[in-house]
């Protein structure tokens, strides 16, 4: 697989929270829907907000996040990430 067989289609922006949702359709076939991109504060960002991309996940009983989707390949998650990020940033206007 590479970073091209993947197509980014923005579903929905929710300016309040600063989290846009969208799907991955993977070779045109297969769609994966549930991933977001959250502008947000982390502990290691804490004096700045950064966006964040997350597949989709479920919370369990303890309210743990697991993810539904994972891309083994590590770099091509990182790629996709940026990709994903790169289309948020550009769909919300804050590039």
């Known amino acids: 697989m590479e970073i091209g067989d993947f197509e980014i289609k923005i579903k929905k922006y929710d300016d309040k929270n600063s989290v846009v949702y969208l799907n991955l359709i993977i070779f045109g076939v ?5 991933y977001t991109v959250r502008y947000t504060t982390t502990r290691y960002s804490a004096d ?13 009983r303890n309210r743990k996040s697991f993810w539904i989707v994972r891309v083994i390949d590590a770099d091509l998650w990182k790629q996709l990430q940026c990709e994903i990020i790169a289309k948020a940033k550009e769909y919300t206007g804050s590039l």
């Open 48 to 60: 700045h907000a950064v966006w964040i991309a997350n597949p989709p996940s479920i919370k369990s």
């Open 30 to 34: 297969l769609e994966i829907r549930g």
